[in-house]
T-cell receptor, first 115, second 109 residues
Framework: DTGVSQDPRHKITKRGQNVTFRCDPISEHNRLYWYRQTLGQGPEFLTYFQNEAQLEKSRLLSDRFSAERPKGSFSTLEIQRTEQGDSAMYLC???FGAGETDTQYFGPGTRLTVL | GQNIDQPTEMTATEGAIVQINCTYQTSGFNGLFWYQQHAGEAPTFLSY??LDGLEEKGRFSSFLSRSKGYSYLLLKELQMKDSASYLCAVMDSNYQLIWGAGTKLIIKP
């Protein structure tokens, strides 16, 4: 297993455009998380999936953000009508979801720059 | 509210020992994690504590006191490659990770 992968690694877009990111978790992991991180801060939770079900979404998350995990494997995160404040590192993590030792393993992240 | 506190930045010398503290106030507790994050990269898992006491993994050790809402990460025999941010995260009663802002560790020769 090669770990969590994310694509693209970098994305530069103009304000108002839509962007979509992909995450492929570790194959046997059934939980998948999306986070956003800005410089000097810890990861900020966005949403997470248990298999294909989206179980929680941050109350701070704008309606412009949507995530899917259609077959319980890879996931996509879409941001519509991007704003400059969306510029950040978008991190995906996966875990086995076995309860108490639910260690999350992160992908390399997608760095988004909105001009 | 939920809160994780850790120092913003620390400096240490190559070959020395450094202790990075973390205090937390969360709604429930299902374990505390430490992650290492090099600049521009994703966090990498270092350690997990759910019971009081010390967990040792090579040059790195992590301690937990649940009654005090306190943990520390101890790094021994510091190497230049240990220069990174160290993130403390607590799993709350909903099994969600609450993250600190991270401690930037600078290693000097």
């Amino acid at each position: 297993d090669t770990g969590v992968s994310q694509d693209p690694r970098h994305k530069i877009t103009k304000r108002g455009q839509n962007v979509t990111f992909r995450c492929d978790p570790i194959s046997e992991h059934n939980r998948l998380y999306w986070y956003r991180q800005t410089l000097g801060q810890g990861p900020e939770f966005l949403t997470y999936f248990q298999n294909e079900a989206q179980l929680e979404k941050s109350r701070l998350l704008s309606d412009r953000f949507s995530a899917e995990r259609p077959k319980g494997s890879f996931s996509t995160l879409e941001i519509q009508r991007t704003e400059q404040g969306d510029s950040a590192m978008y991190l995906c993590a996966s875990s086995f979801g076995a309860g108490e030792t639910d260690t999350q393993y992160f992908g390399p992240g997608t760095r988004l720059t909105v001009l | 509210g939920q809160n994780i506190d850790q120092p913003t930045e620390m400096t240490a010398t190559e070959g020395a020992i450094v202790q990075i503290n973390c205090t937390y106030q969360t709604s429930g507790f299902n374990g505390l994690f430490w992650y290492q994050q090099h600049a521009g990269e994703a966090p990498t898992f270092l350690s997990y504590n759910v019971l009081d006491g010390l967990e040792e993994k090579g040059r790195f050790s992590s301690f937990l006191s649940r009654s005090k809402g306190y943990s520390y990460l101890l790094l021994k025999e510091l190497q230049m490659k240990d220069s990174a941010s160290y993130l403390c995260a607590v799993m709350d009663s909903n099994y969600q990770l609450i993250w600190g802002a991270g401690t930037k560790l600078i290693i000097k020769p």
